[in-house]
């Protein structure tokens, strides 16, 4: 049973920000791909929730907070919650970034 995927705003922002950066440097074309793996990664964890790892983040409301890869685009990472009947899209995260500062600050948003 597929799960509904919740996409934060902050994660949509994550998403076309890499996809554009992704872009200027590679071409449009992997820019598209990018997006397409994206989505494809969304889908399996909307069949596979669980199927990513724990990640430990002292922010109380990022306890359960879950981590993937987007597949063919590994360094690129999905961080989400498990919530009852959904998957919560938090925030996608190049993993050459302050991970911990910035899942803080989504943290603060909420």
């Known amino acids: 049973m597929r799960l509904p995927v919740l996409i934060r705003p902050q994660a949509e922002r994550d998403l076309d920000e890499q996809a554009d950066f992704i872009a200027a440097a590679a071409g449009w074309k ?25 990640r430990r983040c002292s922010r109380t409301s990022l306890a359960l907070i879950r981590v993937f890869p987007i597949q063919r685009f590994e360094k690129h990472l999905v961080f989400y ?22 899942l803080e600050e989504s943290a603060e948003i909420d």
Do not use: K, Y
């Open 30 to 54: 992997t820019g598209l791909r990018f997006l397409q793996a994206a989505r494809q990664t969304l889908e399996l964890l909307s069949a596979q929730p669980r199927i990513g790892s724990s």
């Open 81 to 102: 919650r498990l919530l009852p009947g959904q998957v919560e899209i938090v925030r996608i995260i190049h993993g050459s970034r302050d991970i911990q500062a910035l």
